[in-house]
């Protein structure tokens, strides 16, 4: 009985040690050992000690034809929403929410794994939120309230960078964040 | 011994005898309703009862669904849904563009009729369930109406989560319409009618603008159907602890569209730091 009053404390204090290692490890891990990179590799952005940090190049994106933003992720506009909600008023999400919100997914797991990748993926996020009246509003507000939550989750990154977005919000995108 | 196993043991066994009861369980249309659509509803709920929350989710949602549990969004369900039939459409086949459709307000044309323009022989709308008919002669009847899209394999399910959520709403009633307002819900002029009117099975409106302008697809008034949908959908896109990335982002997707469903002033009636509370009653309740 003695004997395991030590040994269960000692235990505890090694199972606690290896889970701060391990998690300092996850979160100092380079981009490129993260699996989650693909995701948003054709918007890679400089580290954060670089004055350069806010800009992208055009060549990090994915400028198409289909996607002049050249954001990762598509933005639906308002047009196709209509189409879509006209033909069924009351058949639930649109599928063109559904599939915006099916690639907004694996971004924000991915922008949640480190203060690198919120980092990154900040300034995707802002711009969406910042696009015009064309761009769906519910895409532009998920968006913003994406953006918000990761400069609350990496404060010392990203709260400044919150404050900002959030006093340049269009009014409309500006009502739905104090929403939701 | 055997007293501190009992002990041990009873709280585990009450634990799972509640968890039992505590899941929303409704009666299905086992003629219309094919085996895929009634197990998919089952795993929905299923996964509506795994939900977790923090216990700081947003003071409307507690008001709302009085508790901040999962126990309590399915509470609220049962008091509200009792029949799941099928949503058919002209030809007598299961709807194609439909999640799902509460019948309730069909009881508001009848009501009109029997008890305000006093027709003789008016029955209550009688909707096919089964090898009989349930009759829609009051609002928490409950019989929601099934339609083919909640099949739709692009749907996810805190969509569909949400739908129950909105749907089980339009069985509340909390006071009959004056006849004025009924005059004009017969007329098909929701627009027209009080906010204290179309609570009474929570009416929709035609939307005023946007992509769904002229379909009647938005709440005017306070704690309706898309409300809510929107105070589920946020609740778990805020404050649910063991919901994935992808259930919090569809929850969101979710919780941004009932809001762009919302009139403006229902918009700023949400935003008050103290809300007044919704009257979750039927009318049956103060009599």
């Known amino acids: ?180 | 011994m055997f007293r501190v196993s009992c002990l041990k043991t009873l709280p585990v066994f009450l634990l799972l005898v509640s968890s039992t009861l505590a899941r929303a369980e409704f009666v299905y249309d086992t003629v219309k309703l094919t085996p895929q659509i009634r197990a998919l509803i089952d795993s929905d709920l299923k996964a509506l009862h795994q939900l977790k929350f923090r216990p700081d989710v947003a003071p409307a949602f507690q008001l709302f669904f009085k508790g901040s549990s999962a126990e309590d969004i399915e509470h609220y369900l049962d008091e509200r849904i009792h029949y799941i039939g099928a949503d058919l459409d002209d030809q007598g086949e299961l709807e194609a563009s439909s999640f799902g459709a509460n019948y309730a307000p069909s009881f508001l044309r009848y009501h009109y009729r029997s008890q305000v323009l006093l027709e003789k022989d008016v029955s209550a709308p009688l909707l096919s369930f089964s090898e009989d008919t349930i009759a829609i002669s009051h609002p928490r009847v409950g019989f929601m109406g099934i339609g083919l899209a909640y099949l739709d394999e692009d749907s996810t399910l805190m969509d569909r989560l949400d739908t129950w959520v909105h749907e089980a709403r339009h069985s509340d009633c909390a006071h009959i319409p004056s006849h004025t307002d009924l005059a004009l819900i017969v007329r098909n002029q929701n627009q027209k009618v009080s906010p204290e009117g179309l609570a009474c099975t929570h009416l929709h409106v035609p939307c005023q603008s946007g992509g769904l302008k002229g379909e009647l697809a938005c709440d005017a008034h306070p704690w309706g159907a898309y409300s809510a949908g929107y105070l589920f959908s946020k609740a778990v896109y805020q404050s649910c602890t063991n919901c994935s990335q992808k259930d919090r982002q569809d929850a969101l997707a979710s919780a941004t569209e009932n809001l762009t469903r919302l009139t403006s002033r229902v918009k700023h009636f949400m935003k008050m730091p103290k809300l007044p509370a919704p009257d979750m009653s039927s009318f049956d309740d103060h009599e």
């Open chain 1, 1 to 180: 009985m003695t004997m395991s009053k030590k040994i269960i404390p000692a235990v505890l204090a090694v199972v606690i040690a290896i889970a701060i290692y391990v998690n300092e490890r996850r979160t100092a891990a380079p981009r490129d050992e993260n699996p989650l990179a693909q995701v948003t590799e054709s918007a890679a952005i400089s580290s954060a000690n670089s004055p350069s940090e806010s800009k992208q190049t055009a060549a990090s994106r994915e400028e198409t034809a289909d996607n002049p933003s050249g954001l990762a992720f598509e933005l639906p506009d308002t047009q196709t929403y209509r189409q879509q909600v006209a033909a069924h008023p009351h058949g639930g999400l649109p599928p063109v929410l559904r599939e915006f919100s099916r690639k907004m997914a694996p971004l924000m797991e991915s922008a949640h794994e480190s203060e690198a990748r919120a980092r990154e993926i900040f300034p995707q996020l802002e711009q969406c939120a910042l696009s015009g009246a064309s761009a769906l509003l519910q895409a532009r507000s998920i968006c913003a309230v994406n953006a918000l939550d990761l400069s609350n989750s990496f404060p010392d990154a990203l709260s400044k960078k919150g404050r900002d977005l959030r006093a340049k919000l269009p009014p409309e995108v500006a009502e739905m964040v104090d929403l939701l």
